[in-house]
Every structure is written in C-alpha cells, then in structure tokens.
C-alpha cells in the first residue's frame, strides 16, 4: 500500500529527548516500511527514516532556537499533504484534530489516530462536525468520553523488539520517566521514596509552565542519596535507567490514554507500580507484570512485594503484546477496512455497512482490559444494529 503518515511538527521523527507520539510514529512507519509498504513521512526537518521524507518545516518546533506560530508549520503540512494525497492509498494522521477540516473531504481514505486524553469540556461538538470521520484510539478507556465517534479500532503502542533488553538483576531503587507536572505525579513517587526508603531516580523534563510546581513539590527533596534528579534523557540512556530500577513507579492522577513508558519499562523486564486511572489496567496485569494501586499506603506495600515478579515474564509479556511489529500488522488492517468503505470516487458505503471497531483480541489484554472490552462490545450490540458486511478480520494473532 501507498501510505502517507503524518506526523506531529513539535518534535523531530523520531525525538531527540521527550516526544511520545514522535517515536510511537517512527516506530510505526520503520515497521510498515519493513513489511514491504510505500511510505511517506510528512514530519519536520531533523527527522530520520527509511521512508521517504518530505520535511515541511526546517526544524522541530520545541527545540528550535526561535519558536515559531505554531500554526504556520501545520499550514505548510497540510498544504503539502494535499497537493499529492491522490497518490496515496490511504493517509494516517497523528494530528488529532486540525487536519481535519483541510483532509476529511478528499477522495483518499484518511484515518486518524487520537493520542490525547478525550475529556474536555464541549468534546461532543466534534462529534457533530465530524461523524463520517474514521478515528482510531490508543486504548478503550481512552475513547468512552467520546463513544458516539467512528472508531475505526483500537491499536495499543508497540516499540522494537530488540530497542530494549531484559535485565534480569536490578538495583536496589525505583525511578520515575516522564514528565514534571502534577497529573504525573512525580510528588507523589518522592513520597513513596520516603515513606518506603528505597532510593528514587527522576528523569524527566521540565516543561517552562511547572517550573515552579518542581521548586516547591520536588526540590527540596532533591539530595543526589534518596531522592536523584537526573533531567530529561536521550532514548539510548533509557535501557540502563529502566533496566536497572526494581521498578518503575506511575503515579499518576489523570485518564492516561496509554502510557508508553510501561511499556518500554516491560521490555527491560522491570515491573511497574501504576495507578487505576485511564489505560492502565489494560496495559499491567496486577501481580504479574506490576501492581495497580489506588493509593500512596497500597503503593508502599507494593514495593514489598516486588520481589514476587518474574522479570522474564514481563518480558515474555511484552514481547506477546507491546512490539511495533504487531502494532503495524493491526494499522495495515484497519488501512484495509478504511479503504474499503470508501471509494475513490470519494463515496462512503452505507452507515449499515460500516463494521464494529476492531478491538485487541482477548489474548492481547490484560484480564480487566477483557473485562472492559466485553462491557463495550455489550453495550454497542445493545444500541446498534450492524450489518455483518465488510467485517474486518478481528483476530490479530500470528
């Protein structure tokens, strides 16, 4: 297939330092490139692929010198997608919402993957405008704000197989990777620290907008024994600081649509102490590959217990469910289905003949994740009635 991807302008593809949309889509477009597709990558200058590059803007916007409207280089994206978006058997973006109004009339089948939370106030007004769009989420929970959407499927992050290793002895700290700011809840893994004294490791940047939030929470716990900042790490130091943690501590407090530093921490075999809040009982098998808490007391218990998981196994489990190459054999299916309901002529089949959306299968989730998804598919068999023309083939196993 003739695929254009089109990536987020912030961060070059793949990201030098912070940017998870940037590396899941240059994980994505290296697989599909590997699996024989044509690809084309719409992306900022700076960026690496074997596909081919069409540079839109000279630099990634966060790290240029001199910022420009952010508007300007999604003008010149857009732009330049258009002019050529005949040649393309479909056009994938990760842009979430303003390509849309330029993209969403052409001939050439567009779906687009939604990487944001989906909560905001007065959401349902998309869903108005945009009805016949096809949407695809990152995790169940991600899309429930939004339901009355066209999700096309639900395609969890995958990364290289062998991006990441198992290291099978670790030390005797927790880290924390990400992001300094509240809903991320890097306080509260400064906490456990504390209340637990296990040593604790913080690598993550600091956006301009928390930097006071990181003076007054983290600061003043910072003292290179218990508590090490490090500052924000390039992709190539993550095996040692993941690989090297009992675990990673997730603390956050807000829907997280999927989380890819889990992942990444399960490639290393390192288990995962996360809250139960959006994606995350889909990704952590609780007592397998982590524990899921609701609470900083139930948290500190469950670094006690980190001895009780098996790294290999959480590997194992990686490998089954978090690869980039599973990840882009289930887009080529719903690039399938996409161009399927439309035509080149720029016509849709029938709303009675669209499918159900894709979902993991069963052996792709985690046992509440199944849960999740079996109250889901409940409640669309209850409120629709769908024709079981152009079903798309639902399992994704090899």
Known sequence: MKIA????????????????????????????????????????????????LVPVWPHARRLSRLRPDPLAPLACLLQAVGEIAEQFDVIHSHLDWIHLPALAGLNTPLITTLHGR?????????VNRFAKTDFVSISESQRRPLAQFHWLGTVYHGLPKGLFSISQRSEDHLVFLGRISPEKGPHVAVRIARATGVPLHIAAKIPRGHTLFFKKELEPYIDGKLVKFIGEISEDKKQEFLGKAKALVFPIDWPEPFGLVMIEAMACGTPVIAWNRGSVPEIIEDGVTGFIVESESEAVEAVARLDQLDRRYIRQVFEKRFTSERMAEDYVRLYKVASSLRKRDGTEAPASARPAPITPPAALMSPVGRLIAEIDASARDTNEDTSSALQPNNDFSN
């Open 118 to 126: 989906l909560d905001w106030p007065h959401s349902n007004e998309l």
């Open 5 to 52: 991807q089109l990536a987020p302008l912030a961060e070059s593809v793949p990201p030098k330092l912070y940017g998870g949309t940037e590396r899941v889509v240059s994980w994505l477009v290296e697989e599909l490139v590997g699996l024989g597709h044509d690809v084309t990558l719409f992306a900022s200058g700076g960026s690496t692929t074997k596909a081919k």
